[in-house]
């Protein structure tokens, strides 16, 4: 019999994930290699590393753990479901369950799909909006992101050489595929309803994230896109996969009432385990029925793990919690509590910081000028934020750009980071 391995040591780990993941677990975020983290576990909003340092953690796995991480009713639910099986690829209640849950919740849902990422379920929105207009063509903004599919990667970060037309924040990508994206500027009223309407006859969709990575929707601008795509014959897709459980219980078209026709959903469903989905209107998720004959005219929807009833037990146990009473207020209350914080930090200093975000949302922004999109982020101290987060995870605050409030965060979680906080800024000056 083989002998068990010796658990690895914390620069094994560094070393090997260079060696054999190209440098990280997840994706592009990567904190320098004396700094870098490996999580041993998570209990609330804490995280523990392999050398047993504890991090009040404001990453929550890229925002999923919305309760905590290992919330005992989550744990307790995946434990039970997976004695009784892990997937099956055919209907179980957990699954049903969770659509029937979230078509009370979510205001635009009449329907579900799900799915096992976020990308996976953008993907699937836009192809379902293009089978069910019939046009091919899809309206995004520069700095939103909806995953990393092809249409995805289209101005995800940055701004076009020339609006309207797409250029690449990846290299792989197919060139062709810019032909069928136009890509907007976030906030911008009226370059926005003119591309809307001067293409409405090739726009299957406008997709957006409700609240933009940090920057809030300027006042009127999502209602403006729900009036103008109805009169154009466009569908509105909401991106919620932040904002999804997170804003309310039905997402940012609570919060902000405005409903869409489809809204993509994932991360805090399910506190941490992969599963996301798309909602909306009945005859629009119905093109994603199983298609009868070949070639199909449907929308071609299919994985493996969609449906999965190990993810649904989480979802069902992360929305009992949630829908608590008070729930909401809490995490409202902890994160004005964290943003007043940091505000008197800054000030104490006479750092001028800008504190975006909404809802349990936050990210600090070194900047004078009111920022509403892309070209205003890049004008903000990018280099002194880097810095002022790597001063925060030497302190043992963890954060990767964004601030995301727990359920499980304390006040004496907050006063600590403020305190971290504080420290962090003095040190991020140069
Ligand atoms: C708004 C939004 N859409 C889509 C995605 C992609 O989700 P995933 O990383 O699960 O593919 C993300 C991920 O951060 C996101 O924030």
């Given at each position: 019999m083989e002998e068990p391995r010796p658990p690895l040591e914390r620069d094994d780990v560094l070393r090997l994930a260079h060696e054999?993941?190209?440098?990280?677990?997840?994706?592009?975020f990567r904190l320098p290699d004396d700094l870098a983290v490996v999580a041993a576990s998570g209990s609330g909003a804490h995280l523990y590393d392999l050398d047993g340092r504890r991090y009040i953690d404001y990453m929550l796995g890229s925002g999923p753990v919305l309760l905590g991480h290992a919330h005992p009713e989550v744990v307790a639910a995946i434990v039970e479901q997976a004695a009784r099986g892990?997937?099956?690829?055919v209907l179980n209640s957990p699954t049903i369950e969770l659509a029937q849950r979230i078509v009370e919740v979510m205001p635009c849902a009449q329907q579900v799909k799900f799915a096992s990422s976020g990308l996976e379920a953008t993907l699937y929105a836009l192809r379902m909006a293009r089978v069910f207009t019939g046009k091919p063509k899809i309206l995004k903004f520069a700095g939103g992101f909806h995953g990393s599919h092809d249409v995805g990667m289209i101005n995800a970060f940055t701004e076009p050489v020339q609006y309207p037309c797409g250029t690449f924040d990846s290299g792989g990508v197919p060139s062709g595929v810019a032909d069928d994206v136009i890509v907007s500027r976030w906030n911008d009223f009226s370059m926005t309803e003119d591309l809307i309407r001067r293409n409405a006859g090739e726009l299957a969709a406008v997709i957006c994230e409700p609240m933009q990575r940090c920057l809030v929707a300027a006042p009127g601008f999502l209602r403006m896109l729900r009036a103008v795509t109805a009169s154009a014959g466009v569908l509105l897709i909401f991106d919620e996969m932040v904002t999804g459980f997170r804003f309310a219980l039905g997402g940012a078209q609570e919060r902000y009432g405005v409903v869409p026709d489809l809204a993509t959903f994932g991360k805090?469903?399910?506190?941490?385990?992969p599963m996301t989905g798309i909602a909306g209107a009945a005859e629009i998720i119905e093109v994603a029925q199983p298609q009868s004959s070949l070639p199909a005219s449907g929308a071609y929807y299919g994985n493996t793990l969609n449906g999965n009833p190990l993810c649904a037990a989480a979802g069902l146990a992360t929305l009992g919690v949630l829908s608590r009473p008070g729930t909401y207020d809490r995490l409202e209350a902890t994160t004005g509590e964290l943003r007043r914080g940091i505000e008197r930090a800054a000030a104490d200093q006479g750092v001028v910081v800008q504190l975006l975000g909404d809802g349990p949302v936050v990210q600090v922004a070194f900047a004078e000028h009111p920022i509403g999109d892309v070209a205003g982020l890049k004008r903000a101290d990018s280099a002194r934020a880097g810095r002022f987060l790597l001063e925060c995870a030497r302190r043992g605050v963890l954060s990767s750009g964004k601030f995301y409030v727990s359920v499980a965060h304390s006040n004496d979680d907050v006063d600590e980071t403020v305190e971290v906080v504080a420290e962090a800024i003095a040190a991020s000056a140069v």
């Open positions: 054999l993941m190209a440098g990280t677990v997840s994706g592009q892990s997937t099956f690829y805090a469903l399910t506190n941490g385990m």
